[in-house]
């Protein structure tokens, strides 16, 4: 979601009168019905040219990384990056075992003829295993990005499922927000939707 500009927003104060009843003469005092619990008002805002918005906040880095989807993207990058960096390294200490072997020749045969050769094909390989990590790692990365991109699509779904039932018309990443009115945050409520519709997005 693109960042909006800062805006600091205050609720409108709300006045609640509760009605009084009066009680039978007999009893000589006055009872008040309790009153019902306040509702946040929706937040307004005026738009020049556009009329008024009703305002929502959703909290979208959360909303990536927290959902359940989001979890499992995690994790199976998470499980990518170690099995790519155990391999990496069992192949590394390979080579380095290796180096020291023909040292050691080299130690007991200063005039070994090939041991330049050797020692060159061996570092020539240490810098393609590292350029293979390289290149692994950033497939895993993109992996990652096209997966967060099925879980933002499903997830401005939800924000636009939630924030149609709220009457909301203006969405804004909570992160980019100062201050914004109680009733106004709907990541929960779009967390719960998004993990229902969508459990966990396998990772290309």
């Known amino acids: 979601m693109t960042p909006f500009a800062t805006r600091t927003l205050f609720p409108a104060a709300a006045l609640l009168l509760a009605a009084q009843l009066s009680a039978p003469a007999a009893l000589a005092q006055t009872t008040t019905t309790p009153a019902a619990p306040a509702q946040p008002a929706p937040a307004v805002i005026t738009a020049p040219g556009t009329g008024p918005l009703v305002l929502g906040v959703l909290d979208v880095e959360e909303m990536l990384l927290n959902s359940t989807a989001g979890k499992s993207i995690t994790a199976q990058a998470n499980a990518r990056a170690k099995a790519l960096g155990d391999d990496s390294q069992k192949k590394e200490d390979a080579l380095v075992a290796q180096l020291k072997q023909l040292d050691a020749q080299r130690q007991a045969n200063p005039a070994m003829p090939d041991y330049d050769a050797k020692r060159k094909a061996l570092v020539a390989q240490d810098d393609q295993l590292r350029a293979n ?4 790692r950033q497939a895993i990365d993109q992996a990652v990005d096209r997966a967060r991109q099925v879980l933002y699509a499903a997830g401005k779904k939800a924000m636009n499922d ?22 106004t945050d709907i990541t929960d409520e779009v967390m719960q939707r998004l993990n229902k519709t969508l459990p966990n997005v396998k990772l290309p």
């Open 133 to 136: 990590f390289d290149k692994n």
């Open 162 to 183: 939630v924030a149609k039932a709220k009457g909301m018309t203006l969405v804004l990443n909570r992160n980019a927000v100062n201050l914004f009115p109680d009733g």
